[in-house]
């Protein structure tokens, strides 16, 4: 992964975009860990010329809204030593440059498009040194009764995928009693979470806080869920019926703040 086509100049863009909202974000990594999370983000740029992985190929942009959103999370949660799957990981994001950030972080990546899933397994991976388990399917059946993978991680994070009371079904199920759910949404989070109260709630959850970083001039939320109980065993349903008739809240209240 060393040239990947986008040129010295680019790269040293995104290193220098990198560096700053780092140092913003009072975050302090080695330099092999900086370096490694641009060639990340250069080959996600390189492989989006013959595979649709992202709408963000200027470096600055990958630096700041994809490499520094998905590290926001290593400031709202201790991630050393953690178990973390990535529900509709995507082309690496967050979980990538998490594994990059903490190498002791025990990472699995999750989504449903076998190419994505396959480039990173065959090509990023390996390339980047990083050791992680990848699966390609969708995740109301890795989370199903029975399944290794139910109530098996510390930290189920997820970006970008559905709205958060869909969202909580897919994930709260993989997390553990204790651990945490991070979901990663934008300038209306506070009305998602007001929407998926019911869903928190019924598959075993409890909204912890919010915490709210700014990148590229817009806000970035992480919800922190807490998995407070085990989720009943009919949950997730099949996606079809997730969509058909998704947990809402029943009844007007005060939204979360």
Known sequence: MADVGIGHYRISAMKQTLQAGLDRLGLALAPDRIDALCRFGAAVIEKNKVMNLTAITEPQAVAELHLLDSLTLCKVLDLSGKSLLDVGTGAGFPGVPLKIAVPSLELTLLDSLQKRMRWLQDEALPALG??????????????????????????????????????????????????????????????????????I?????????????????????????????????????????????????????????
């Open 130 to 199: 990083i050791t992680a388990a990848v699966l390609a399917g969708r995740a109301e059946d890795y989370a199903r009764p029975g399944e290794p993978g139910r109530e098996g991680f510390d930290v189920v994070s997820s970006r970008a995928v559905a709205r958060l009371n869909v969202l909580c079904e897919l994930c709260l199920p993989f997390v553990r009693p204790g651990g945490c759910f991070l979901a990663m949404k934008g300038q209306d989070a506070a009305e998602e979470l007001q929407q998926a109260r019911r869903a």
């Open 201 to 257: 709630e019924t598959l075993g959850g409890r909204w912890e806080r919010t915490e709210t970083f700014e990148l590229g001039g817009q806000q970035h939320r992480v919800l922190v869920i807490r998995k407070v109980r085990q989720t009943p065993p009919q949950y997730p349903r099949a996606y079809a019926k997730i969509k058909q008739k998704p947990l809402f809240a029943t009844e007007k209240s005060v939204l979360f703040t």
